[in-house]
């Protein structure tokens, strides 16, 4: 019971801190990457892409790392380690599977950037959409996956 206490005093401390998170565009020129249009695609186009991974970098760190830590190489952020967003996918041996569970974290990904976290009123991550293009989105994903990769070796 004191552990559910505490929780409970965490989230409600933490709910006004949380609540008045606003997205603000990081300031990257993004000319370099192939141009998306403004319909979302359902995967990420930029995997492989050195560029992208180097402007998802600089992406990141003015618009994540405040609350996911600075080059998302921080366990100490308050909120989640995104290296873990492919972990799964990462295991399999698989090629057609994998492609298969990327696209299901493509999705998820592009869905939490847009949409945010929004739980029980509480703003935990503030939608992007309208704010963050998607090529500086997906190149934000390729730079923490690189991360990921990198964490693992």
Same mark, same amino acid.
């Given at each position: 019971?004191?552990?559910?206490?505490?929780?409970? +005093?965490?989230v409600?401390?933490?709910?006004?801190a949380?609540?008045?998170?606003?997205a603000?565009?990081?300031?990257?020129?993004a000319?370099?990457?192939?141009?998306?249009?403004?319909?979302?695609?359902?995967?990420?186009?930029?995997?492989?892409?050195? /560029?992208? /991974?180097?402007?998802?970098?600089?992406?990141?760190?003015?618009?994540?790392?405040?609350?996911?830590?600075?080059?998302?190489?921080?366990r100490?952020?308050?909120?989640p380690d995104l290296?873990?967003?492919?972990?799964y996918?990462?295991?399999?041996?698989?090629?057609?599977l994998?492609?298969?569970? +990327?696209?299901?974290?493509?999705?998820?990904?592009?869905?939490?950037?847009?949409?945010?976290?929004?739980?029980?009123?509480?703003?935990?991550?503030?939608?992007?959409?309208? /704010?963050?293009?998607?090529?500086?989105?997906?190149?934000?994903?390729?730079?923490?996956e690189?991360?990921?990769?990198?964490?693992?070796e």
């Open positions: 019971m004191p552990l559910l206490v505490s929780l409970f +005093l965490l409600f401390l933490a709910a006004p949380l609540a008045g998170e606003v603000v565009a990081p300031e990257v020129d000319s370099a990457l192939p141009t998306l249009g403004a319909q979302w695609l359902t995967a990420n186009p930029y995997r492989g892409n050195a /560029v992208a /991974v180097d402007l998802g970098r600089l992406a990141y760190n003015q618009a994540c790392a405040r609350c996911h830590g600075a080059d998302a190489a921080t100490a952020a308050p909120a290296r873990n967003l492919d972990r996918c990462r295991r399999i041996a698989d090629a057609e994998q492609a298969a569970c +990327l696209r299901d974290n493509d999705d998820y990904f592009a869905h939490s950037v847009r949409h945010g976290k929004i739980i029980v009123g509480v703003t935990h991550m503030p939608p992007w959409e309208g /704010v963050l293009k998607q090529e500086l989105a997906w190149a934000i994903q390729v730079f923490i690189a991360q990921a990769r990198g964490a693992r």
